[in-house]
């Protein structure tokens, strides 16, 4: 079993922050340690989360609020219908995937410095990858594009621009961030522009990468106050998936919800 706390000194990389199912209640032994910081947020984000996913589910959350959340910076009725029509794809219940414990995070204020469990170490691991049997395509939508922390942005796009010059590897971008605000990229924006969309005007429910053809990497909602971000790695081959779905039906949902930001 493992538990929503860790010991003051064990590494990030160390602490299983989500579990099925979720539960607050904690060993006797541990009661009397400090709580990890790191491990505080990614409780909060999770918590959160949570709640205001059951709270969609119950019907408490009504899609006329949509502008209200969007204006306060935090995730709306629309992306939490998101993640409940994903997770109604797969088996048994829509945390089931939990199970896999695939689930990694970051920390927008120090790249360099955290474990490398989050986005940067999924392309990184793009850039290994055989896609001789996938296709040769990497689709990322992202909101305002880390507006807040150009370090990250740079870094990511530093990355794709490795595969898209050394792998050769099609890469799309669909970000409500203006082009113009990439300059410091803007020959490598210039060759992209065709397959991707910039400044759009709506926002893509999830944000996600998509390689090749059968893996993801989909962040969980967070509010744009919040530098500790989580991410959920699905091999969309291996999910059981509940009788009249199939591998298909997912690539199709993330494909409309690109349609319709794209309006």
């Known amino acids: 079993m493992s538990y929503n ?39 909060f984000l999770f918590d959160t989360f949570l709640e205001n996913y059951n709270r969609f589910k119950a019907g408490k959350m009504p899609f006329s609020l949509e502008k209200e959340y969007r204006l306060a910076g935090i995730p709306g009725p629309r992306q939490y219908e998101a993640f409940s029509m994903l ?53 990322f939508c992202c909101g305002t594009f880390w507006r807040r922390h ?48 910039f400044g759009l005007e709506d926002r893509i429910p999830i944000h996600f990468i998509q390689a090749g053809n059968d893996y993801y990497l989909i962040e969980f909602p967070h509010g744009e106050e919040i530098v500790v971000r989580l991410n959920m790695f699905m091999d969309i081959k291996k999910i059981v998936y509940k009788d009249g779905f199939e591998k298909a039906s997912v690539e199709q949902f993330f494909y409309k919800l690109i349609q319709q930001a794209l309006g």
């Open 150 to 197: 150009p370090e990250m942005r740079r870094k990511i796009l530093q990355l794709l621009e490795r595969l898209y010059t050394e792998k050769k590897i099609e890469i799309q971008i669909y970000t409500n961030c203006k082009e113009e605000e990439l300059n410091e990229y803007k020959k490598f924006i210039e060759q992209i522009k065709e397959t991707s969309r």
């Open 5 to 43: 706390i860790a010991p003051i000194n064990t590494p990030n990389s160390l602490v299983n922050m989500l579990r099925p199912p979720y539960s607050k209640e904690l060993p006797a032994s541990l009661m009397r340690l400090p709580l990890n910081d790191f491990q505080r947020k990614l409780d």
């Open 87 to 139: 997770f109604d794809y797969f088996k048994n219940e829509e945390f089931e995937l939990l199970k896999d414990k695939m689930f990694f995070f970051y920390s927008l204020n120090s790249i360099d410095t955290e474990p490398k469990r989050s986005i940067i170490e999924f392309i990184e691991n793009m850039i290994n990858f055989d896609f001789d049997l996938q296709d040769k395509k990497v689709i």
